[in-house]
Every structure is written in structure tokens, then in C-alpha cells.
């Protein structure tokens, strides 16, 4: 076959190696195979996605008592129905006002903006973030097929990053959108902990908020690797993630960053067989600011400053650094 020399990169250029900074934790930047060398919508929890996320953290015993409290919360709850029901056949449908919108409240009954005083303030829901650069045919890959590749990344990104099941600890959704041989290599990942280099759990369904915001960039060029061509795609965002934290904490404490880096192959379909069609990951590497360290070894993303009854907690959440910015090199040292 012909050897085709890469393109240039659309549309930013890779960024300089950074210099240090402080109040980061690392996810170990370790190099996946390269290729071949070796041989989505968010959307917001309902109730049932908050048991799951739940059930990924506690035993089977604990759920067994909550299902206990629920049906006698549903037997109080029928008695309390019939009785409004009743008062309702006796109130004159004239008389009940129109409700007014009220603002979301926290966990703790304060209608909060919980990126207030974060330079995530100002990013946009990641679903709106997670944008791809125009399509356009590069080396070998027409137009249509680097549209399809950077769809199929878009989804990985969503799915990985911002989707519930990931958050709770199902990773096939995401492991769905890989090539059939990439799979099992990065189902790996998930047993042994190395996943948070490309993907998000979370430690706490109760404090957990929805509404990821989200910023960052993709380029794409055309590429050869072993006498395989492909289409390699180099994403770089921002994650941010908001958490319901005390009052009393610090201002930023409810937002934990995660800022990764990953490149996505997608090889030529002439080039290889079928099972190794579609999406592969070759290189991922993170590091996140505000993230408890202890649940952050474990694989988990948890905030520092939280509250359960009493302060457990009182870290602040310190000067973010250059994390947030894209246009500065991301912080590479560690605290954790």
C-alpha cells in the first residue's frame, strides 16, 4: 500500500510540555499499547439510576433496609394521598393558585450555584462543550469517514466523562463504542484502576450534583503506524464537576476539576480486519485539583471539603493553578 504522509493537525497545534504547579493530583499518565504493537447524552439521574449508583458502593445488605423504609414511606404516603384527595373534591378549583418557579435547591436547602467563584463559571454544560471540528477529508479518510470518527469520539468523550453509568460504575456503555478487539484491553483498565485517565466515577451519590460543565479541544490528522493508516484524534478538556458541599466551606470547594488528555485512533477499514474496525484508545493521561485523595487512589472522584453530621473535612480547595486554562500548560505536580 502507499505510505501516506501525515497531515497537519485541525485545528490547534499540540501544546508545550508544562512546567509545575501545586494542589493537583495526578492520574498516572501511563502510555497505553500503541497500536496493533503488540500483535450520548447527558442526561439527568431518575431515582432508579441513584440506587444503582448506590448499590456500585454499598453491599446488598444496606439495600435490603432501604427497600424496608421505602414501603413503609409508600404505606404513610397512600394514607397522606387518600387525604388530600378528599380535601381536593372539597376545594374550589378557582381558588388554587398558579405555582411560581422556584429556583433548584442544594442538598442543603439553599438555592445555590454551586461553579459560583470557580473559573468553571463560565463553561458551558459539557454536552454543549464536547464540539468537533468541521469534517474534512485528510490523507487516505474522506470526508464521510472523519465525520464518523469524530462522532464516534464525541460519544466516547460523553459516555466516559459526563454519562451516569459510568458514574456508577457500568463502563460498558462506553466500552460499547470501542473497536470489538479494543474492548477487553480496555475492560483492563476498569479492574485494575487506571481508567480515571479517561473515564469518571463517582464516590457519592448524595453529594453529587448533575449538570457537568465542560471545555476543551479536538484535532485530528492522518497518520501510519506499522504499515496501518489512520485517522488519530487528540482531545484535551476540562471536566468540571460539582459537588453539594457544607455552607461553610470555602469558596470553589464544590467543584472538582479533572483535566485529561487522550488520543483516539481509528484505522483505515481497508487496513485491518473487521473486529479491529472503529475506536481505539492509545494514550490517555489526567490530573484533577479539589479531589479527595484517598477516593482518588481508590479510582473514585470525590471532593475534599464534606460534611456527614459533624466536619470530617475542612481542606480548602486552594488555588486551582493553571488547571482550568487550556491555554496553559496543565499542572504536573502532586499533593496526593
Same mark, same amino acid.
Given at each position: 500500500?502507499?505510505?501516506?504522509?501525515?497531515?497537519?493537525?485541525?485545528?490547534?497545534?499540540?501544546?508545550?510540555? /508544562?512546567?509545575?504547579?501545586?494542589?493537583?493530583?495526578?492520574?498516572?499518565?501511563?502510555?497505553?499499547?500503541?497500536?496493533?504493537?503488540?500483535?450520548q447524552t447527558?442526561?439527568?439521574?431518575?431515582?432508579? #439510576?441513584?440506587?444503582?449508583?448506590?448499590?456500585?458502593?454499598?453491599?446488598?445488605?444496606?439495600?435490603?433496609?432501604?427497600?424496608?423504609?421505602?414501603?413503609?414511606?409508600?404505606?404513610?404516603?397512600?394514607?397522606?394521598?387518600?387525604?388530600?384527595?378528599?380535601?381536593?373534591?372539597?376545594?374550589?378549583?378557582?381558588?388554587?393558585?398558579?405555582?411560581?418557579?422556584?429556583?433548584?435547591?442544594?442538598?442543603?436547602?439553599?438555592?445555590?450555584?454551586?461553579?459560583?467563584?470557580?473559573?468553571?463559571?463560565?463553561?458551558?454544560?459539557?454536552?454543549?462543550?464536547?464540539?468537533? /471540528? %468541521?469534517?474534512?477529508?485528510?490523507?487516505?479518510?474522506?470526508?464521510?469517514?472523519?465525520?464518523?470518527?469524530?462522532?464516534?469520539?464525541?460519544?466516547?468523550?460523553?459516555?466516559?466523562?459526563?454519562?451516569?453509568?459510568?458514574?456508577?460504575?457500568?463502563? $460498558?456503555?462506553?466500552?460499547?463504542?470501542?473497536?470489538?478487539?479494543?474492548?477487553?484491553?480496555?475492560?483492563? #483498565?476498569?479492574?485494575?484502576?487506571?481508567? +480515571?485517565?479517561?473515564?469518571?466515577?463517582?464516590?457519592?451519590?448524595?453529594?453529587?450534583?448533575?449538570?457537568?460543565?465542560?471545555?476543551?479541544?479536538?484535532?485530528?490528522?492522518?497518520?501510519?503506524?506499522?504499515?496501518?493508516?489512520? +485517522?488519530?484524534?487528540?482531545?484535551?478538556?476540562?471536566?468540571?464537576?460539582p459537588f453539594?458541599?457544607?455552607?461553610?466551606?470555602?469558596?470553589?470547594?464544590?467543584?472538582?476539576?479533572?483535566?485529561?488528555?487522550?488520543?483516539?485512533?481509528?484505522?483505515?477499514?481497508?487496513?485491518?480486519?473487521?473486529s479491529a474496525?472503529?475506536?481505539?484508545?492509545?494514550? %490517555? $493521561? %489526567?490530573?484533577?485539583?479539589? %479531589? #479527595?485523595?484517598?477516593?482518588?487512589?481508590?479510582?473514585?472522584?470525590?471532593?475534599?471539603?464534606?460534611?456527614?453530621?459533624?466536619?470530617?473535612?475542612?481542606?480548602?480547595?486552594?488555588?486551582?493553578?493553571?488547571?482550568?486554562?487550556? #491555554?496553559?500548560?496543565?499542572?504536573?505536580?502532586?499533593?496526593?
Amino acid at each position: 500500500m502507499a505510505n501516506t504522509p501525515p497531515s497537519e493537525p485541525t485545528p490547534t497545534d499540540p501544546v508545550a510540555p /508544562p512546567p509545575p504547579a501545586a494542589a493537583v493530583a495526578e492520574v498516572n499518565p501511563v502510555q497505553l499499547p500503541e497500536w496493533l504493537r503488540s500483535s450520548q447524552t447527558e442526561h439527568q439521574p431518575t431515582g432508579w #439510576d441513584r440506587v444503582r449508583f448506590f448499590s456500585a458502593r454499598h453491599n446488598g445488605a444496606l439495600l435490603i433496609g432501604l427497600g424496608l423504609v421505602l414501603a413503609l414511606l409508600m404505606v404513610g404516603g397512600g394514607a397522606v394521598l387518600v387525604s388530600q384527595v378528599a380535601d381536593g373534591v372539597r376545594a374550589s378549583a378557582s381558588a388554587s393558585p398558579t405555582p411560581s418557579p422556584t429556583p433548584p435547591l442544594s442538598r442543603v436547602g439553599e438555592p445555590r450555584d454551586l461553579f459560583a467563584e470557580s473559573p468553571a463559571a463560565s463553561f458551558a454544560p459539557a454536552e454543549e462543550a464536547v464540539r468537533m /471540528p %468541521a469534517a474534512k477529508g485528510t490523507g487516505p479518510f474522506t470526508a464521510a469517514q472523519v465525520r464518523n470518527a469524530l462522532e464516534s469520539v464525541r460519544k466516547a468523550l460523553l459516555e466516559s466523562r459526563v454519562d451516569i453509568s459510568m458514574f456508577s460504575g457500568d463502563p $460498558e456503555p462506553f466500552l460499547a463504542l470501542l473497536a470489538p478487539d479494543a474492548r477487553e484491553r480496555s475492560r483492563e #483498565d476498569f479492574t485494575n484502576g487506571s481508567f +480515571l485517565r479517561y473515564a469518571t466515577r463517582m464516590a457519592s451519590p448524595s453529594e453529587w450534583e448533575p449538570g457537568v460543565r465542560a471545555d476543551g479541544r479536538v484535532s485530528y490528522r492522518a497518520t501510519e503506524e506499522n504499515g496501518i493508516r489512520l +485517522l488519530e484524534v487528540s482531545t484535551e478538556f476540562v471536566w468540571a464537576y460539582p459537588f453539594d458541599v457544607d455552607l461553610r466551606a470555602p469558596a470553589g470547594a464544590s467543584v472538582v476539576a479533572l483535566r485529561d488528555r487522550v488520543v483516539w485512533q481509528v484505522p483505515h477499514p481497508d487496513d485491518v480486519p473487521v473486529s479491529a474496525r472503529g475506536l481505539w484508545i492509545t494514550s %490517555a $493521561e %489526567a490530573v484533577t485539583w479539589n %479531589a #479527595d485523595c484517598a477516593q482518588l487512589r481508590a479510582g473514585w472522584v470525590q471532593e475534599q471539603f464534606w460534611v456527614a453530621g459533624v466536619h470530617r473535612d475542612q481542606i480548602p480547595a486552594g488555588d486551582p493553578g493553571t488547571i482550568f486554562d487550556l #491555554d496553559a500548560p496543565a499542572p504536573t505536580t502532586t499533593r496526593c
